[in-house]
């Protein structure tokens, strides 16, 4: 169907212009969006357009305009006209900020007209004439200018892209903390390293070349401590990472207080300097490491690199500041003392202090933010110390558990398992892990430890035999009576739904035996109670396992990424 649209000015009625196309003419689409892009002055206080069906997936630009209804004039029936407001995030911001564009159809002329909030820059002045156009250009770019320069923008730059979005809620307060933990750390960097090249210049006397191999030496045993340091710690960085942070943060502040300390004893130069950047090496090393586990946790589009990138803007933008606000710092400093080849030492450990301090602490604080969804022996304890304590610690260990029906353990398991984010609130990372059941595990330890002794070379031979289990299943476990301790073995061919389910089938053995430990005495031997501990906590396993491996994907924790185990090595393979 063809019809004719038309653009008409309220204060000029001569001004008319005609645009004949069909519903799906691109002549006519392009020529709108172009008006529209081009911010074109018109003329009107009132502007019509035919409804063109629009694939561009530009942001309009604001125009501002006031609608009518064309038959409102020639009468007061207005049904026929529908209105639909649409909302845009505008671009280039990435604060919650939308241009809403709303259009007035009128199915009896076939027109349509829109209305876009907020106003386009200098639209309101479009109408006043040529004359002014000038003036209009300059003020869009005076605001185009303040735009660019506004704090939005700026931040813009320092954030992933589609934020807050495309990230989990919880990583702005991170980056926010992890900011404040980078500026403070270049500030006593500096502040180190300054006490640093002083005591080099002491020890070194008036050769050059002496300072420098001094330099190049403990640079190079620095970066053999880092190499040695990441090879004994191997997949931790993954299943702990803000442990793994923390202490990084903790050896870096170390290193910087030796060399600050270096110029009491400028003799023994190398031997500080070295100790001190092997600290630093362990420290960058294990930051990095544990920042890309922490940056996977933020991303919701696999933007794992966007947020990697944007890490390190930040890092560098918060290290420009910090390395300024130092060099002011021990500019100061300089000044404190009368005799320049004294260092001012006391004053310089005064200002180092606080700023070490706060380093540490803003690093602990950010750490909080970070969500850990796999499965270490601290986090999966937690998790299963929760659904343990209802289904087994409540009851005495005679009385049987009612029956439960599928539905009432699904609904009763959602109920206790938490959250990884709920997890990450009651994790310990800076003090030592204590595990909330009394009676040890040990996981895939050394088989020949145990075949020593007939006690417990019988029970090994009873664990691999699987005697004391129900069913086959694809792990091994033993009772350790010398050191009251649970052992468990995993097959090669466990998968992640059998580690969890052996672990838990472990921690329930765990609680059953602490029952027993605190109930009356028996004629039953230890070795008995041991084994019937684990059948009875077999049975609680065959029965919740599989519906725990749901509950807790549902929850959104990682079954298939475990750190239960150190790997696949010590797996065993039964022939």
Request: proline share 2%; charged share 20%.
């Given at each position: 169907m063809n019809f004719l649209p038309s653009l008409r000015s309220a204060n000029s009625p001569s001004s008319w212009h005609a645009i004949r196309t069909s519903a799906t003419s691109t002549s006519a689409q392009r020529r709108l969006h172009g008006l529209i892009r081009t911010h074109r002055p018109l003329p009107a206080a009132t502007t019509w357009f035919s409804t063109i069906p629009t694939k561009s997936s530009k942001p309009l630009r604001s125009l501002s305009t006031s609608t009518k209804n064309p038959s409102a004039s020639g009468g007061d029936d207005q049904s026929a006209l529908k209105a639909l407001s649409i909302r845009q995030r505008r671009a280039g911001t990435w604060l919650p900020k939308w241009q809403t564009l709303t259009l007035s159809t009128d199915h009896d002329s076939k027109t349509c007209s829109f209305q876009s909030t907020p106003a386009s820059r200098g639209s309101d002045k479009t109408a006043a004439g040529a004359g002014e156009s000038s003036t209009t250009a300059t003020e869009t770019d005076i605001d185009a200018a303040k735009h660019l320069l506004s704090p939005q923008t700026a931040l813009a730059v320092f954030l992933p892209k589609g934020f807050p979005e495309s990230v989990t809620p919880n990583y702005w307060p991170f980056a926010k903390w992890q900011f404040v933990h980078n500026v403070a750390g270049s500030v006593t960097a500096v502040i180190s390293t300054q006490s640093l090249l002083f005591a080099m210049g002491l020890g070194a006397g008036s050769i050059p070349m002496a300072a420098a191999l001094n330099w190049i030496i403990k640079d190079g045993l620095g970066q053999l401590g880092g190499v040695i340091y990441a090879s004994f710690v191997s997949d931790k960085f993954d299943s702990e990472p803000k442990r793994f942070r923390f202490q990084a943060t903790v050896a870096m502040q170390g290193a910087n207080v030796l060399e600050l300390l270096t110029p009491l004893w400028p003799?023994?130069?190398?031997?500080?300097?070295?100790?001190?950047?092997?600290?630093?090496?362990?420290?960058?090393?294990?930051?990095?490491?544990?920042?890309?586990?922490?940056?996977?946790?933020?991303?919701?589009?696999?933007?794992?690199?966007?947020?990697?990138?944007?890490?390190?803007?930040?890092?560098?933008?918060?290290?420009?500041?910090?390395t300024g606000l130092g060099v002011v710092i021990a500019a100061l400093m300089s000044h404190i003392s009368e005799d320049p080849t004294v260092l001012p030492l006391v004053p310089m450990c005064l200002t180092f202090l606080p700023f070490s301090i706060f380093n540490i602490y803003s690093n602990y604080r950010s750490s909080h933010y970070v969500t850990t969804p796999s499965l270490n022996i601290p986090r999966a304890e937690t998790v299963f110390y929760s659904v343990i304590k209802e289904l087994v610690f409540d009851k005495e260990p005679e009385q049987k558990r009612e029956k439960l029906s599928l539905a009432e353990l699904v609904h009763k398991l959602e109920e206790l398992v938490p959250t990884p984010?709920?997890?990450?609130?009651?994790?310990?990372?800076?003090?030592?892990?204590?595990?909330?059941?009394?009676?040890?595990?040990?996981?895939?330890?050394?088989?020949?430890?145990?075949?020593?002794?007939?006690?417990?070379?019988?029970?090994?031979?009873?664990?691999?035999?699987?005697?004391?289990?129900?069913?086959?299943?694809?792990?091994?476990?033993?009772?350790?009576?010398?050191?009251?301790?649970?052992?468990?073995?995993?097959?090669?061919k466990a998968k992640g739904k059998d580690l969890v389910q052996g672990f838990y089938h472990a921690c329930a053995t765990r609680a059953i035996m602490e029952q027993q430990h605190q109930g009356s005495g028996s004629g039953v031997s230890k070795e008995d109670q041991w084994n019937m501990a684990i059948r009875q906590a077999h049975e609680e396993a065959i029965e919740t396992g599989p519906r725990l491996v749901e509950v807790m994907r549902q929850k959104e924790w990682d079954t298939d990424s475990l750190f239960l185990t150190d790997g696949d090595r010590n797996r065993i393979q039964i022939d």
């Open positions: 003799g023994s130069f190398l031997v500080i300097a070295s100790i001190s950047n092997i600290g630093k090496n362990m420290a960058w090393l294990a930051s990095s490491a544990t920042r890309a586990q922490m940056n996977k946790t933020f991303a919701l589009r696999d933007n794992l690199g966007d947020i990697t990138g944007k890490s390190g803007s930040q890092t560098t933008a918060a290290g420009l500041v910090g984010m709920q997890v990450a609130h009651k994790e310990v990372f800076v003090s030592a892990y204590q595990s909330p059941f009394k009676v040890g595990i040990e996981v895939e330890p050394a088989i020949h430890r145990f075949a020593g002794r007939d006690k417990r070379t019988e029970a090994l031979d009873q664990a691999f035999r699987q005697v004391n289990l129900i069913q086959k299943e694809h792990y091994y476990m033993m009772a350790d009576i010398r050191v009251n301790k649970v052992v468990i073995w995993f097959d090669k």
